[in-house]
């Protein structure tokens, strides 16, 4: 079992930054994919990026792409997705999620371990 605990979200303005954080609570996520997803209100949850424990793989939705990086921190055991340039439709809740295989899936499906979720308003 995976907890997974998010933090980072928040209000911003249109064209702002924000940095979210997801690391497992009590043990290593090591072997795990991570994922980040969101949803808006009224809207399905959706694929947002994901990234490979080693680092060698990555994808992005293209909503985000050129505009949002996933990146991970061994040593703090943590994931982060850092947003930039953000837009109005950007706002949603955002989830970090975990696979425990070594390859990338863009379908919520795929991931077993989910967190709490964490609001981000992009206010235009």
């Known amino acids: 079992q995976v907890q997974l605990v998010e933090s980072g979200g928040g209000l911003v303005q249109a064209g702002g930054s924000l940095r979210l954080s997801c690391a497992p609570a009590?043990?290593?996520?090591?072997?795990?994919?991570m994922g980040w997803f969101r949803q808006a209100p009224g809207s399905e949850r959706e694929f947002v990026a994901a990234?490979?424990?080693?680092?060698?793989?990555?994808s992005y939705a293209d909503s985000v792409k050129g505009r949002f990086t996933i990146s991970r921190d061994y040593a703090k055991n943590t994931v982060y997705l850092q947003m930039n340039s953000l837009k109005p439709e950007d706002t949603a809740v955002y989830y970090c999620?975990?696979?425990?295989?070594?390859?990338?899936?863009?379908?919520?499906?795929?991931?077993?371990?989910w967190g709490q979720g964490t609001q981000v308003t992009v206010s235009s």
């Open positions: 999620a975990a696979r425990g295989s070594a390859s990338l899936s863009t379908q919520n499906s795929a991931y077993a371990y």
């Open positions: 009590g043990r290593t996520a090591s072997g795990y994919t």
């Open positions: 990234l490979s424990w080693s680092g060698g793989m990555k």
